[in-house]
């Protein structure tokens, strides 16, 4: 039986095991180069050829099946037979084996230690999470184009014998027959987007997120938080690097500080308040922390004015279109009773709590005159010298502070009110 047989047999074994929802067999015939050997003969009953067909697995994918190698090549085995012994007396059967590699390749690896940081997990996350949004990784592009902005598919080798490289085999697969799962990339050793080098599979995620691949902009933005919010707790990062035709294009780096994390709490209160619209700000206010500590200082003084005016509109409490960020600060800080009134003079601490409170609604007016002199909204001269990330980055720690605090005592008031709701109705 020769290679182009051998493929023939295979495709049909595959099928077979997909429709008896023995899809990790499936995925094994259909991902791994085979070969056949004959390796021994039995005199019985006239005579009998024995055959092994080998799936040649790479080593990391070989250990991490353990014990359920087996029974994989049971599964396997068994639709071996079903489709080739009707034909002859042979007996045929599957193996898994670990892919040798030349002495010249294992020597010439390099193990970056870089890997590591992007854990597994983190990477299974974001991939669970395309799955469950039903968001295509290729976007508006075929596999083939998308992967090839990443890969240089013509130097992969084909799982399918009829085709010289992986441009021939996905091509065959996904565009001509359809016959791959859509989130076939997943999980194709060729890629090693789980266990493969950490810029791979972050080049793989801004891919996704380019304007090229994705021209819905609230779907790309929808998309860019949800990997951050994975990978930023593992010191990485996508962020936006530069705008083609307006829209942003991003890369990826590595995390070096710990202020940017300050903001991923306000993302918290976004999601209490049920205030979407406010992670378009809190994106914009990571990205330019770093980049352009202009733009971050005016986003900080826009984010409390969001938040205030999600708030206050939540309580019924009317805005006036000439309100500014201190006649907003005012009113909330009197709906929610930030400064509470009824701490006597005797109460240890009172006159901290009270300058701790004060201070924190100024913080407010700061930021819109910080905003004034330096943020974004305003010409500028030529001598014209904005400030540091540092400066960005205790804008935006200012900012989040606030929120935070105000978000808080937003649901306190609520869940108090409530309670006092529930027992008027019962009495």
């Not at 021994?40 to 080998?54: Q, S």
């Not at 990784?137 to 890969?151: A, H, Q």
């Not at 502070?401 to 019962?426: C, G, L, P, V």
Request: glycine share 6%; charged share 30%.
């Amino acid at each position: 039986m020769d290679d182009a047989e051998l493929d023939v047999v295979l495709a049909t074994v595959y099928d077979l095991l997909r429709a008896e929802g023995m899809s990790d067999a499936a995925d094994l015939v259909r991902k791994y180069p085979a070969r056949i050997e004959q390796t021994g003969y039995d005199n019985w009953n006239g005579g009998t050829n024995i055959w092994e067909v080998y799936l040649e697995t790479p080593a990391t994918d070989f250990a991490k099946l353990g014990s359920k190698r087996q029974s994989l090549e049971e599964q396997i085995t068994a639709r071996l037979k079903t489709v080739l012994e009707t034909h002859n007396q042979d007996w045929y059967s599957a193996r898994l084996i670990p892919a040798k590699l030349a002495k010249k390749e294992w020597r010439a690896q390099e193990v970056s230690p870089g890997d590591a940081s992007l854990p597994r997990q983190t990477r299974q996350n974001i991939l669970d999470g395309l799955r469950i949004d039903g968001a295509s990784w290729s976007g508006v592009l075929d596999d083939v184009e998308f992967l090839g902005r990443i890969f240089n598919l013509s130097a992969m080798p084909s799982f399918d014998a009829r085709y010289k490289d992986a441009a021939g085999d996905i091509w065959q697969h996904r565009i001509n027959n359809d016959d791959w799962d859509n989130d076939w990339v997943f999980t194709d050793s060729r890629f090693n987007l789980l266990d493969g080098p950490h810029d791979a599979f972050l080049k793989f995620l801004c891919e996704i997120v380019n304007p090229v691949v994705r021209a819905d902009r609230d779907e790309a933005l929808k998309l860019s938080v949800h990997f951050n919010d994975q990978l930023r707790p593992a010191g990485w990062e996508i962020y936006e690097e530069e705008r083609i035709a307006g829209r942003p294009r991003y890369a990826y780096r590595q995390l070096t500080h710990n202020g940017r994390h300050a903001v991923l709490r306000a993302r918290t209160v976004a999601d209490a308040l049920d205030a979407g619209w406010m992670a378009r700000a809190i994106e914009r206010l990571e990205n330019s922390i770093d980049k352009d500590p202009d733009l971050a200082i005016g986003t900080a003084k826009e984010l409390v004015e969001s938040c205030c005016k999600t708030i206050l509109t939540k309580r019924g409490v009317p805005i006036a279109k000439s309100s500014d960020l201190g006649d907003l600060t005012k009113a909330l800080t009197k709906e929610l009773q930030l400064v509470p009134e009824g701490i006597t003079e005797e109460t240890k601490g009172a006159d901290n709590i009270r300058l701790i409170l004060r201070n924190l609604t100024q913080l407010t007016n700061n930021l819109a005159q910080l905003r004034g002199l330096y943020g974004t909204g305003h010409g500028r001269d030529g001598k014209y010298k904005g400030l540091q990330p540092r400066h960005a980055r205790l804008a935006a720690a200012s900012a989040v502070a606030f929120i935070d605090f105000i978000s808080e005592t937003y649901r306190h008031r609520e869940a108090i009110e409530n309670t006092e709701r529930t027992k008027e109705k019962q009495a």
